[in-house]
C-alpha cells in the first residue's frame, strides 16, 4: 500500500517559522510532482508549492520569497521551509503527489493533512 505520511505542523507567532515533511512509502518507481495545498479556515484549498521531479517549480503569490519547497528523490520526500509566518497562513496543509508510479499504474495521493496556526 502506497500512503503519504505527513510531519511538522503546529503552533507558531508571526514571524516565526515551520518546516513541513511529508515522506511516501510503498512501492513506488517515480514521482512526478509532488508539493502543498492548504486549505484555510472558510477558504477554498489552493496550491502552495509544486516541485517537479527535475526541480521545476510553482508557488502561489502569497507565499513568494517566505517559503520554500524542496525534495530527496531518494527517500520520496518533500519539504516545505516556512519563513516569515504571517496569521494568513493558518491553515491545514496537505501533501499531494501527481504522477505517482506503482505496480498498478499511476496515482494521485493525499496526505492526512497538517494543521499550522499562527497566532500570538
Known amino acids: 500500500q502506497v500512503q503519504l505520511v505527513e510531519s511538522g505542523g503546529g503552533l507558531v507567532q508571526p514571524g516565526g517559522s515551520l518546516r513541513l515533511s511529508c515522506v511516501a512509502s510503498?512501492?513506488?518507481?517515480?514521482?512526478?510532482?509532488m508539493g502543498w495545498y492548504r486549505e484555510a479556515p472558510g477558504k477554498l484549498l489552493e496550491l502552495v508549492a509544486t516541485?517537479?521531479?527535475?526541480?521545476?517549480?510553482i508557488y502561489a503569490d502569497s507565499v513568494k520569497g517566505r517559503f520554500a519547497i524542496s525534495r530527496n528523490n531518494a527517500k520520496n520526500t518533500v519539504y516545505l521551509q516556512m519563513n516569515n509566518l504571517k496569521p494568513e497562513d493558518t491553515a491545514v496543509y496537505y501533501c499531494?503527489?501527481?504522477?505517482?508510479?506503482?505496480?498498478?499504474?499511476?496515482?494521485?495521493?493525499w496526505g492526512q493533512g497538517t494543521l499550522v496556526t499562527v497566532s500570538s
Open positions: 516541485m517537479s521531479s527535475v526541480g521545476d517549480t
Open positions: 510503498g512501492s513506488i518507481f517515480e514521482i512526478n510532482i
Open positions: 499531494n503527489t501527481k504522477g505517482l508510479l506503482t505496480t498498478t499504474g499511476y496515482l494521485e495521493l
